[in-house]
């Protein structure tokens, strides 16, 4: 192994007779928030994997960094499904050189979140959960960063830099159509278990859509999967198109392509199909059909976006927006054009932010007050 290599993490093997996972002896465990309060450098908005490796990058760079979440640690991957496979291979999702390995060629989402939290654990990242940032005001070295927590206090964090890594996952695209609001609609699918033996209404072509109705298929409930195109995306994975077209082809999940659903009522579902319009007996809906950015968010805080892929105006190189000192990272840089960035490529981004910090601000913490702006 290289000198300059990290040790790898070993993720156990999961054992349901297990209360709790040991830490690793490979790496050393840290209590979590061990630094005091202290106005950082950077604070990095959103704690997915880019964020961390915002962070992460910048603490290597010698700058105090402080990651703000409205959810948990990597959020968007604790609501995948719970027996998600990922698409990848853990070498593409690793963030700060430390090694991700698992069981098996593809890790699962359990790995991932395992693995998440050991590098947040090894570099003592200072994390705070659960607050929502609600603005951000100030200027380029005097940033003033205002969130609310649970119990609906305000606090108020004073930074020279801001990184906004928030991802598009939270923001579920929408059908607007009658009957979306009622309680039988997801737009997230966890697991299969309360639907056995119920008519459930899938939306959508893609991953999401297609391993969502295999699962619930597998488990017991009967599945009817609707999709606006002739046939499933081409991107669903290369194991599960296969595996989808297949139960399609033998009855045993009903489809309806170049089809949308209209309406959804308390006990059925309206669907325009190219034969007429038709309506299905239902009593859950999993409409997946995508997710989106925080726009408005971004514009909050003066960030410019494009106006057909509503893409940030930033430097390509340094990733800095239109607002001085304010960086956008991970997949709100390709703006509605999701499918552009993901973890693999969106991890690197920390790199190129804290070079450019390096630059601004030279290396090291700069040792100057913030002053109330």
């Not at 659903?261 to 669907?271: A, K, L, N, R, T």
Request: aromatic share 10%; with cysteine; glycine share 6%.
């Amino acid at each position: 192994m290289p000198a300059n290599r990290i040790p790898e993490i070993q993720l156990p093997a999961p054992r349901l007779s297990e209360t709790h996972e040991p830490t690793p002896e490979t790496l050393t465990r840290s209590q979590a928030h061990a630094r005091p309060e202290s106005f950082p450098d950077v604070v990095v908005v959103g704690a997915g994997p880019t964020g961390l490796a915002c962070a992460i990058e910048a603490e290597k760079a010698g700058f105090k960094s402080l990651i703000i979440d409205k959810g948990c640690l990597v959020n968007s991957i604790y609501h995948y499904p719970t027996n998600m496979v990922f698409f990848t291979t853990p070498e593409l999702l690793e963030v700060g050189d430390i090694p991700f390995t698992t069981a098996l060629a593809k890790p699962t989402r359990l790995e991932a979140l395992e693995y998440y939290r050991r590098v947040a654990d090894h570099f003592q990242l200072h994390i705070r959960q659960y607050e929502w940032v609600k603005t951000i005001t100030g200027e380029d070295g005097k940033f003033c960063v205002t969130t609310t927590d649970r119990h609906s206090a305000i606090r108020d964090y004073r930074t020279r830099k801001i990184v906004v890594a928030t991802g598009y996952y939270d923001l579920a695209n929408k059908l607007n159509i009658p009957g979306e609001e009622l309680e039988k609609v997801f737009h997230y699918y966890k697991e299969p278990h309360p639907y056995y033996d119920t008519d459930v209404l899938v939306i959508g072509g893609k991953n999401s859509a297609a391993e969502a109705a295999l699962d619930l298929w597998r488990h017991g409930a009967r599945v009817t999967l609707v999709h606006r195109a002739a046939q499933m995306h081409p991107h669903v994975k290369y194991w599960v198109r296969p595996d989808i077209e297949n139960r399609i082809k033998a009855g045993e999940i009903e489809a309806h392509f170049n089809s949308t659903v209209q309406e959804i009522g308390p006990d059925s579902v309206v669907v325009k199909t190219p034969g007429g319009t038709v309506r299905l007996k239902n009593d859950f809906v999993f409409a997946l059909t995508g997710y989106h950015p925080d726009y408005d968010f971004l514009r909050s805080v003066g960030i410019e976006l494009s106006p057909e892929q509503l893409r940030p105006v930033c430097d390509p190189e340094t990733l800095e927006s239109n607002v001085p000192g304010i960086y956008v990272a991970g997949v709100i840089v390709a703006g509605s054009r999701t499918n552009e960035i993901f973890i693999e490529n969106g991890r690197f981004h920390g790199k190129l932010i804290a070079n450019h910090l390096s630059e601004r601000l030279g290396r090291g913490n700069p040792n100057f007050p913030l002053d109330a702006t």
